[in-house]
């Protein structure tokens, strides 16, 4: 039981950063367009 939510939220927090590295990626690709 134990095992099983750390497992779910290790998952949660792996989904949350990769969302994140998304978010950071595309923002800074905007920000090359406006500043390059």
């Not at 750390?6 to 500043?35: D, V």
Request: charged share 30%; proline share 0%; aromatic share 8%.
């Amino acid at each position: 039981m134990a095992s099983l939510r750390s497992e779910e939220i290790s998952s949660r927090s792996i989904n949350a950063k990769w969302k994140m590295h998304k978010y950071l990626r595309r923002s800074s690709e905007i920000f090359c367009q406006i500043s390059c």
